[in-house]
């Protein structure tokens, strides 16, 4: 197959591709672009928190119209913080960790030539770009772009009269949300069918990587859960467009009665948490995949509990669809169903464990490595058992009323989910940067990247728990009219200043990164003496990923420093030897 393909142009090559390597790379890289952009948005609006009335001239520089001498407008705020937590959920998160590193390694790892369906591969990616392409349109409409909150909860995002975000730029930020579930379906889909359809001989389930194991029950969530946000976009679609009342009911705007009766905003609640919650997993199975994988590695060790492992990411992912009621706990909830979903958001608490003393346990009197892709793994255990901790509060009815729509939750679930996750996507893109690009990634820049990143990272969220107990409230443009929070004006400025510092420490993993694709030191095919298939395959990328015959698997992937080899690691091509026993 690899002796017979036919001649590619610049076009079927880079852009229309079908091969599951170079959609990771596209996807990767729009994925860095866009979460350049959702950083960039974050920093506007720190600094709007940290000095309200201050006169900025990147302010005026960037917003144009939305600004006032260079004083952010309370609807610009609102937008950019919307916009903001979408880009980065969605279109970094998401096609940073699935997008790319599933669509890299399910073919590699598990011993295919490629994914089941190359053609609804690269679909499924020109449905993102296009998703992310309406996405960034939206900030550029003349009312300004969707202002409801990430969440986009009605009325605010059913009445295109109720506020200037409400407008056209409400509509892109629909339609782009429904591409994107278009796209993450069919990449969900052939993730599905590749890892159950295309196993090389010998390449049981109970062999494959753990990384494996995250993106396909990754990829069943999504098939689960992201057809539910599409419904409850196309009924909000309704609303604003076609008068009916699924989400309306009772609406007054400027003292007149509206026609809308019968609806609930609280039924769009359930449906977008429906998605919402298992999308926290969505992100963070990879991330949490991506550094089984890479602790074991560098451990050189096998990886503790293997099968405890796998059930712990199939128990996560059951029970992630069913916690969604935790975010609709002032929502007049009954309580005895707020208790029905207190305990099964506690219940999560186990396999999460599980996880974190499996890592711990992995690292503890391994003979550690520590490169950049082995800091990040460990500073997601970090983050991940930090941010997990500060969960058993919200997750708790009787707690999480006392600060729900406070600090406090932004801090939660960006150390939980957003940290956590991009040290997953960081970890991965360090380690598997030479089998993407065949050239290394300088060490010395990615320790940099790393500790600088870790120290922001909490300067900015430990901090912001304190304000969030305080009773701060999230998405104020300013806190100046209340008196009550002056006291905390200073704390704000402190996690601005780190905000800022962190944002300039990706700068050095953007250098890196780009100039490590043309100028890095030459990658050989197995840099970190791995064990699994995919560094098997040639250094130069080739259709069909081996050159002759897939190879064949007589083990599972974490044969590091076992007894009688002479490495101290073991390919799971290597046959077993007489008497030695499959781990």
Do not use: C
């Not at 396999?351 to 082995?374: E, R």
């Not at 991009?422 to 360090?430: C, L, P, Q, S, T």
């Amino acid at each position: 197959m690899s002796d017979h393909h036919h001649k590619e142009t610049f076009i079927t090559k880079y852009v229309f591709s079908q091969d599951h390597k170079m959609i990771s790379k596209q996807y990767l890289v729009t994925g860095i672009f866009m979460g350049i952009i959702g950083v960039f948005m974050s920093m506007l609006f720190r600094l709007q928190i940290a000095w309200p009335d201050h006169s900025f001239s990147i302010i005026e520089a960037f917003l144009g119209n939305h600004q006032d001498g260079g004083v952010m407008s309370p609807d610009i705020y609102l937008a950019l913080v919307t916009i903001h937590g979408t880009i980065m959920v969605f279109f970094v998160l998401t096609a940073g960790l699935s997008g790319t590193f599933s669509n890299l390694l399910i073919p590699l790892q598990i011993g295919a030539r490629d994914m089941a369906s190359g053609f609804l591969n690269m679909v499924s990616y020109w449905l993102f770009f296009l998703s992310s392409v309406l996405m960034l349109v939206s900030l550029f409409v003349e009312a300004g772009p969707a202002s409801a909150g990430w969440t986009i909860y009605p009325p605010l995002s059913a009445l295109p009269q109720a506020i200037p975000g409400s407008g056209a730029g409400m509509t892109l930020w629909l339609v782009s949300m429904a591409i994107f579930v278009a796209s993450s379906l069919l990449g969900s889909l052939n993730y599905i069918v590749t890892v159950l359809n295309l196993r090389t001989v010998g390449m049981k389930m109970t062999r494959l990587p753990l990384t494996i194991w995250a993106f396909f029950i990754t990829a069943i969530i999504g098939v689960v859960s992201f057809p539910v946000l599409l419904s409850a976009a196309l009924l909000l679609i309704f609303d604003r467009s076609f008068g009916t009342s699924f989400y309306l009911s009772d609406i007054f705007i400027d003292g007149g009665v509206l026609h809308y009766q019968g609806g609930s905003p609280i039924l769009f609640e359930h449906l977008f948490w429906f998605l919402g919650h298992p999308e926290v997993y969505i992100v963070l199975l990879p991330a949490l995949g991506i550094t089984s994988e890479i602790i074991a590695t560098n451990s050189r060790k096998p990886i503790f509990g293997y099968r405890a492992m796998i059930g712990s990411i199939i128990a996560i992912a059951f029970l992630s669809t069913i916690v969604w009621g935790h975010h609709m706990f002032i929502t007049g909830m009954n309580p005895f169903l707020g208790s029905v979903f207190t305990f099964t958001t506690l219940l999560i608490a186990i396999p999460s464990a599980v996880k974190a003393f499996n890592y711990i346990t992995t690292l503890w009197k391994g003979n550690l490595q520590f490169n950049p892709a082995m800091l990040f793994s460990i500073g997601l255990v970090s983050t991940f058992v930090s941010g997990g901790l500060t969960g058993l509060v919200l997750g708790d009815s009787a707690l999480d009323i006392n600060v729900h729509d406070t600090y406090f939750v932004v801090a939660h679930f960006h150390l939980v989910m957003g940290v956590s996750a991009i040290y997953g996507m960081f970890a991965g893109v360090y380690h598997w940067f030479p089998k993407m690009f065949g050239r290394m990634m300088n060490k010395t820049l990615g320790y940099w990247h790393f500790w600088l990143t870790a120290i922001a990272a909490y300067g900015v969220f430990f901090p912001m728990h304190f304000v969030g107990l305080a009773g701060l409230p999230r998405r104020y443009y300013t806190n100046t009219a209340f008196p009550y929070f002056d006291d905390l004006a200073d704390i704000n400025v402190i996690i601005t200043m780190f905000a800022l510092f962190g944002g300039a420490a990706q700068l050095i993993f953007l250098a890196n990164f780009f100039f490590s694709i043309y100028k890095g030191k030459k990658a050989s095919q197995n840099p970190w003496k791995s064990n699994t298939l995919e560094w098997t395959t040639p250094v130069e990328h080739i259709h069909g990923n081996w050159p002759g015959a897939i190879p064949e698997v007589h083990r599972w992937a974490y044969d590091y420093s076992k007894p009688g080899h002479d490495e101290d690691f073991v390919m799971q091509t290597v046959p077993l030897k007489d008497g030695e026993e499959e781990s």
